[in-house]
């Protein structure tokens, strides 16, 4: 009896469905991942436990009284005594690492304190407790530093803040300091900020900066050196204009230099960073309510009393609102050689920018008037630009000539051209030079320096 052979469709035979790769195994379920034991502490919580416990053997009143360099020793061999005593494993280099974090926040600023001993950097900014930048020849880069937490940063904050007199908490979340060298600090407190306290430190320079310093670092030429020089000693009224972080207070600092030592110079300021070298200076600082939003002492109250302090010249470290007023006034009252400075983009939005302020002071006064006051007072407009290769430099030097109807005439004595950027990076230029008589040519004369003003401009040509 004949079998039939079975088919499968269009598979084909048996013999063909048989000679087909066995499927593959089925992969193993993955191990399951080692749970940590909760009876095990982190590296992290060891250390911290660490320094609490170094923290509270250590007796406040004898700390206050070393200098860091005789601390750092004596804590290092507390580490390693507490260490020894609970059996954690550390090598000298992190007992020496830990040692110098737990005196940074003892005397100091915490992991702050190697960036503001670090004379390469300007400016940090830090932004939460695990991100800070830092600015190092007008670049900015990624700071290998970062707090343990929130609360760290805020406790820094707090001790700027109260080293001068202030307070940074929720209910005054935003502040201006100093530290003790002088350096500028900007703190912002949530809940205004979003990602943690906000910290911005403008780094006070331990070298003064000259004229010749300046042009030795390219941020002008010595024939623009010399103008400003005779500028400042012919007593002109100055504004210094700029964007932040341009280089204003720096020029500010040169051009003071030149003026005499028997003169009596009133600085106003929000915070203190002017490095005047004559003997006779009078430094005011603004002061900010109290709890009760009482006691607020702002920049406008101080020019108006510096005008009864028999000032020689007034410099207002920045101007910014109503008190632009005060300060044409004070220009224009005898104080011959008085300086500021002014955030904005150019000498001619710096003249719009003064007639905006005074505005804001609620004068009531016609924008004519207004205008009038200043062709009155200022006489020289100086603009300093950080630009894209890093460097500051003085783009433009501008005399305030007079008015033509209701425009205030301006006349570029100096103007910084690019003509293109170097191999090594830095970009190259050259100035442009207007040879026509100034406005306060009488003043030239009157100081007998017609022949210093003939040859810086012959040589800048």
């Known amino acids: 009896m004949r079998m039939s052979v079975p088919t499968f469709g269009r598979r084909g035979t048996v013999g063909e469905v048989m000679s087909e790769a066995p499927p593959p195994p089925l992969a193993p379920p993955p191990a399951p991942e080692p749970q940590p034991d909760p009876n095990v502490k982190s590296h992290d919580a060891i250390i911290s436990d660490l320094r609490a416990a170094c923290l509270a053997k250590l007796d406040p009143s004898a700390i206050s009284n070393l200098p860091a360099e005789a601390l750092v020793p004596q804590v290092e061999m507390l580490i390693s005594e507490i260490a020894n005593e609970r059996r954690i494993q550390l090598n000298a280099r992190e007992q020496r690492q830990i040692a110098a974090e737990l005196v940074d926040d003892m005397l100091g600023l915490g992991p702050l304190e190697p960036l503001l001993e670090d004379e390469t950097i300007n400016d940090i900014m830090v932004n939460g407790p695990n991100l800070t930048f830092v600015e190092r020849r007008g670049k900015v880069y990624v700071a290998p530093i970062r707090f343990r937490d929130t609360a760290h940063l805020v406790n820094v904050c707090q001790r700027i803040a109260a080293a001068v007199g202030r307070r940074v908490d929720e209910s005054s979340p935003m502040v201006d300091a100093r530290l003790k060298d002088g350096s500028r600090v900007n703190i912002v407190l949530p809940p205004l900020a979003l990602d943690g306290p906000y910290v911005s430190i403008r780094k006070f320079g331990k070298k003064t900066i000259d004229f010749n310093k300046l042009v030795e670092f390219g941020a002008m030429t010595k024939p623009v050196q010399r103008v400003l020089e005779i500028c400042a000693q012919i007593r002109l009224n100055v504004i210094i204009s700029g964007g932040t972080g341009s280089g204003k207070t720096t020029l500010l600092n040169a051009m003071s230099r030149l003026i005499d030592n028997g003169e009596r110079i009133v600085t106003i300021e929000d915070a203190a960073e002017l490095q005047l070298q004559q003997p006779h200076v009078v430094r005011l600082e603004t002061r900010p309510s109290n709890l009760e939003g009482k006691g607020e002492i702002n920049q406008r109250d101080l020019v108006r009393n510096a005008l009864r302090m028999r000032p020689d010249r007034v410099i207002i470290g920045e101007v910014r609102g109503g008190e632009a007023f005060d300060m044409l006034q004070a220009m224009n009252t005898g104080h011959d050689g008085s300086m500021s400075t002014i955030h904005s983009n150019n000498t001619r939005d710096a003249v719009i ?27 020289l407009i100086v603009q300093v630009e950080r630009q894209r290769d890093g460097g500051r430099r003085v783009t433009q030097v501008t005399e305030v000539c007079g008015m033509e109807g209701d425009i205030v005439l301006l006349n570029d004595i100096f103007k910084f051209h690019i003509d293109g950027e170097g191999s090594d990076g830095r970009l190259r230029g050259h100035y442009k030079t207007v040879h026509a008589r100034p406005a306060f040519q009488s003043r030239i004369t009157y100081f007998g320096l017609d022949r210093a003003w003939s040859t810086a401009m012959e040589e800048a040509s």
């Open 353 to 379: 920018r003064i007639e905006n302020m005074v505005q804001m002071g609620s004068m009531g006064l016609p924008l004519s008037a207004i205008r009038t006051q200043i062709v009155s007072a200022v006489d």
